[in-house]
């Protein structure tokens, strides 16, 4: 038998790597490539989607490009980490624990996906669309275990979050906010005659309905100081405004030109526009909230929002919940604008001190906005023409102030549209409305006192309004359509230098008119075309007017000077005392506690009721609300929603509370008119 030659270990050539390895590398990328498609589809679509639709999110929040480009890069990256965690975790304890985590990972994110577009395509919502949503993810999960042409799909969807970043970056009107090109317009021409300081108010969703009582005129019992301003200027009652968004209703009105284009509210955007025309000769004084339509070489805003990274990301991460809930929710960035306090921005108060002691500034100047507050300041005669321009979101929810200047705490979800909602919301309007016109009465004050009132041309208007229709909350097209006088019309006052009495002019008035009349009345010659027309020239002939929901697509509206709105009568239980009631049912009022500890003088009061009453109180049953026990008011109950059977009850009353321990009953209000007191917890 030959003998077998043995050769060394060491001596033996090097094996090379196994097939099944390679491939086993090449199944885990494709996994990999699965998870990033359908996060790209759950999340870095419809989140940059929202965002890019929105450069006034990122200019209310001051933020820089950066700021912009690490948010977009966060929404792109981070959340795939933690299925790729968990896929290193599971690939740790086995190949076939791994693919059964892949496959539960994709049925998930499939589901995730169906709630997404069943939302937009059914009529279902909340259980009834996620059990719906949950089958989807289930059948998807099983063909993409059984057949490979699924994943193949995915794979090459995975391209998909870099293809949406940069549709973001360089396509959408948010790209602005990243890549600004340009910077400021040709100023005006100075033209022979005087150059008067101007003095201009913008506030934001306000109907000039709103302001009117039942005679047609400014309600001077609810909103005094626009009374006072109405009654020494011009108002114009036919005003409108060009749009229901202020990204396009703004820079309209201070460029002259009808939207053209969905593009940002930017400088880069609108390099022609109010500032840059009389920059030149003028001292610009702006505080602009989601706009920046001022170019840094022409003003400074000191007083800011909440700026930085961290705010970014936590609105998103609001905005994210809102895309992929299964019920209905309104996917504005805008819902989450609020105005900074004097207190949380840290400013100084503006002197001087309001003489009025029915205004409660001393106890409650910490709640004045901020950039009110640096607005108030800046109103100083100058050796040089100023402009002094503020744009407040005031009245514009979140609604949070009383008419004194108390705030109070409010849900997030609280619905605005619906049976009883919607009156709810109206009420809440109003009382910021009311601390709104003691805005205006301290800048007329502060006017007066240093001697501008006279010389300046005052200008006091808002973007648009919003609907109080039931049904039709909002200020899209739908509320266009159906009520026009609430969105549409706004008040506007010119006061002109030296003016004394007040007039009305009820000319066809569009707010692209407003720059051409600045132009006017400031002897300024606007280097470009503008569509609006001068107040100083003939009016229109047409009584029609021009609507845009999106830019370049005028509708036509018609309608004149808006009637009041009918007056509505409180139920004759407010203002009553009550005495002991039996006993019976019961309630759950979530911010029971605020009751306990009340402190009128640190501003804040616990001005809105709200809660829970059991299933078997019937629809429209009245529920009283008292507060030591005088009725506030009284409340129908309303259908259920995704919250139960809620209700919620506001107080704008200051005189209801008193410092310390306050006590809350409500009360059943029987058909006879009877009140039976619920226990609450």
Request: net charge neutral; with cysteine.
């Amino acid at each position: 038998m030959a003998e077998r030659t043995l050769t060394p270990p060491e001596a033996r050539p090097a094996t090379p790597a196994r097939p099944g390895r390679r491939s086993a590398w090449r199944s885990e990328l494709g996994r990999s490539l699965e998870v990033v498609a359908l996060v790209g589809l759950v999340v870095t679509q419809p989140l940059l989607d929202v965002l890019g639709r929105s450069p006034d999110f990122f200019l209310f929040h001051r933020a820089s490009p950066a700021d912009v480009l690490l948010l977009v890069a966060l929404i792109a990256v981070v959340p795939t980490v933690p299925f790729a965690l968990l896929g290193a975790v599971s690939l740790a304890v086995g190949r076939i624990v791994r693919a059964a985590v892949h496959t539960l990972v994709v049925g998930l994110l499939l589901a995730a996906l169906a709630v997404q577009v069943g939302r937009h395509a059914t009529p279902l919502r909340g259980v009834p669309l996620l059990v719906l949503a949950g089958m989807v993810g289930v059948a998807a999960a099983v063909a993409h275990r059984r057949w490979r042409a699924p994943g193949r799909v995915l794979r090459v969807a995975a391209a998909g979050p870099v293809v949406f970043v940069g549709l973001f970056l360089f396509a959408s009107p948010a790209s602005a906010v990243v890549l600004p090109r340009g910077h400021a317009g040709p100023t005006g021409v100075a033209g022979a005659g005087t150059h008067p300081p101007v003095v201009m108010i913008v506030l934001d969703e306000l109907p000039l309905v709103s302001l009117l009582g039942p005679d047609g005129r400014i309600d001077a019992t609810r909103y005094p100081h626009f009374a006072e301003l109405a009654a020494g200027s011009t108002w114009y009652r036919n005003a409108t405004g060009v749009s229901g968004w202020t990204p396009y209703a703004l820079p309209a009105m201070l460029s002259g030109r009808y939207p053209a284009e969905p593009v940002a509210p930017h400088y880069s955007r609108y390099p022609d526009n109010l500032f840059t025309a009389l920059g030149g000769l003028y001292e610009v004084k702006a505080e602009e909230s989601i706009t920046r339509l001022c170019p840094p070489s022409r003003c400074d805003q000191p007083a800011s929002p909440e700026q930085g990274l961290g705010v970014l990301v936590r609105e998103s991460g609001k905005l994210l919940r809102q895309v992929t809930a299964p019920v209905d929710s309104q996917v504005d960035p805008e819902n989450s604008y609020r105005e900074l306090t004097r207190a949380e921005a840290g400013l100084d108060a503006a002197e001087p001190v309001p003489a009025d002691p029915k205004f409660r500034w001393d106890a409650l100047n910490d709640n004045q906005p901020a950039r009110f507050t640096s607005f108030l300041a800046g109103l100083r005669p100058s050796s040089r023409p100023t402009l002094h321009f503020l744009h407040l979101l005031m009245p514009h929810a979140p609604w949070r102030y009383l008419p004194s200047g108390a705030q109070y705490a409010a849900p997030e979800d609280l619905p605005n549209d619906g049976a009883g909602w919607v009156d709810l919301a109206r009420q809440r309007h109003l009382a910021q409305l009311g601390y709104t016109d003691r805005l205006i009465g301290e800048t007329l004050r502060a006017l007066r006192a240093t001697g501008l009132y006279d010389q300046a041309l005052v200008l006091v208007t808002a973007d648009h309004g919003v609907s109080f229709l039931r049904d039709w909350q909002g200020r899209g097209m739908d509320a266009i359509n159906h009520a026009a006088e609430q969105v549409a019309w706004v008040p506007l006052f010119v006061k002109e230098p030296g003016q004394q009495a007040g007039r009305i002019d009820d000319r066809n008035w569009q707010h692209v008119d407003l720059l051409p009349t600045i132009a006017d009345e400031t002897h300024i010659r606007v280097p470009w075309h503008m569509d609006g027309r001068s107040a100083k020239q003939p009016p229109r002939d047409r009584a029609d007017k021009l609507f845009y929901d999106r830019p370049g697509e005028p509708v036509p509206i018609a309608g004149g000077v808006p009637s009041p709105p009918a007056p509505s009568a409180p139920d004759p239980l407010v203002g009553t005392r009550v005495g002991d009631k039996p006993t019976g049912g019961t309630a759950t009022v979530t911010n029971l506690a605020a009751f306990r500890a009340v402190d009128p003088a640190a501003g804040e009061l616990p001005a809105l009721v709200w809660g829970t009453v059991p299933a078997s109180v019937r629809d429209g049953t009245k529920l009283a609300v008292a507060v030591n026990g005088t009725v506030g008011a009284v409340v129908p109950v309303v259908p259920p929603d995704q919250g139960g059977r809620r209700f919620a009850a506001f107080l704008p009353d200051d005189r209801l509370f008193v410092a310390g321990a306050n006590r809350l009953d409500l009360y059943l209000v029987g058909a006879d008119g009877g009140l039976r007191r619920l226990r609450l917890s």
